[in-house]
C-alpha cells in the first residue's frame, strides 16, 4: 500500500523556534509538494519539489524554507515560528508528468500549533 | 492564473438524501484535468475522481456522480442515498497545461455533515 508518512500528526511549538516537519514517501514519485490548509482558505502551496535538490516557491513561501537530500524525503522548515503559522500542514508527492493521470497522494497532516 | 471556486462551505444533510457540491473554475488552458478529493476527519485527502478537459461525459461510480460542462466551467459533485460515512470536507481542484500540470490548485472545500 503506497504511502505517505508525515512524522507528527500534532505539534506544539513555541513563537520564535526552529520548526521540521518531516514527510516520506515509499512511491519513488519525483514530487513532492507541502501545503497548508486553513478553515475558509483551503489548501496553498508553500513549496514544491521536482527532484532531488531542487525546489521552487508556490504561493505563500514566506517564512519557510525546504529541504530535499533524497527522493524520499521531503522537510519543510520554519525558521522562526510565529503564531500565524498555526495551521493543518499537508505533504502530498505525485509521479513526475502523471500528475493528471493519479492526483496527488496524500499524508495525514501535521497539525502545528504555534504558542 | 487558475482558480477553483467552492460557494457551498458547510453543507448539512439528512441520511438517504441526495446532495450535489458545486465546483466552477477559471482556467485560461485548453487542456485541463480536474479533480475531487474527500478529506475525513482523520485529515488524509483520498483521490475520487480525475477528469480531462477534452472528456465531458458524466461519470457514475457507485452513489457517486459527477457532472462536467465545460460551457458552465463546472464541475459538480452527486452523493445519491447519502451515508453518515460520506461526512467530510469535499476539495474540487484543477491542474493545468501552463504550470505543466504539476501543480494543482485547490479550492476552499465543502463541509459536508450527514445527520443519520
Known amino acids: 500500500d503506497v504511502k505517505v508518512t508525515q512524522s507528527s500528526r500534532y505539534l506544539v511549538k513555541r513563537t520564535g523556534e526552529k520548526v521540521f516537519l518531516e514527510c516520506v514517501q515509499d512511491?519513488?514519485?519525483?514530487?513532492m509538494f507541502w501545503y497548508r490548509q486553513d478553515p475558509g482558505l483551503g489548501l496553498r502551496l508553500i513549496y514544491f519539489?521536482?527532484?532531488?535538490?531542487?525546489?521552487e516557491k508556490g504561493d505563500i513561501p514566506e517564512g519557510y524554507s525546504v529541504s530535499r537530500e533524497k527522493k524520499e524525503r521531503f522537510s519543510l522548515i520554519l525558521e522562526s515560528a510565529s503564531t500565524n503559522q498555526t495551521s493543518m500542514y499537508l505533504c502530498?508527492?505525485?509521479?513526475?508528468?502523471?500528475?493528471?493521470?493519479?492526483?496527488?497522494?496524500f499524508g495525514s497532516g501535521t497539525r502545528l500549533t504555534v504558542v | 492564473a487558475q482558480k477553483v471556486t467552492q460557494a457551498q462551505t458547510e453543507i448539512s444533510v439528512v441520511e438517504k438524501e441526495d446532495v450535489t457540491l458545486d465546483c466552477v473554475y477559471e482556467t485560461r488552458d485548453t487542456t485541463y484535468y480536474l479533480f475531487w478529493y474527500k478529506q475525513p476527519p482523520s485529515g488524509e485527502l483520498v483521490f475520487l475522481i480525475r477528469?480531462?478537459?477534452?472528456?465531458?461525459q458524466n461519470e457514475i461510480s457507485g452513489r457517486y456522480s459527477w457532472n462536467f460542462q465545460k460551457s458552465t466551467s463546472s464541475f459538480n459533485f452527486t452523493i445519491t442515498a447519502s451515508q453518515v460515512v460520506d461526512s467530510a470536507v469535499y476539495f474540487c481542484?484543477?491542474?493545468?497545461?501552463?504550470?505543466?500540470?504539476?501543480?494543482?490548485?485547490f479550492g476552499i472545500g465543502t463541509k459536508l455533515q450527514v445527520i443519520p
Open positions: 512511491m519513488d514519485h519525483e514530487n
Open positions: 502530498a508527492s505525485s509521479p513526475l508528468g502523471q500528475i493528471s493521470n493519479y492526483g496527488y497522494t
Open positions: 519539489s521536482y527532484d532531488v535538490k531542487m525546489k
Open positions: 477528469r480531462n478537459s477534452f472528456d465531458e
Open positions: 481542484a484543477l491542474s493545468g497545461s501552463s504550470g505543466g500540470y504539476q501543480k494543482v490548485t
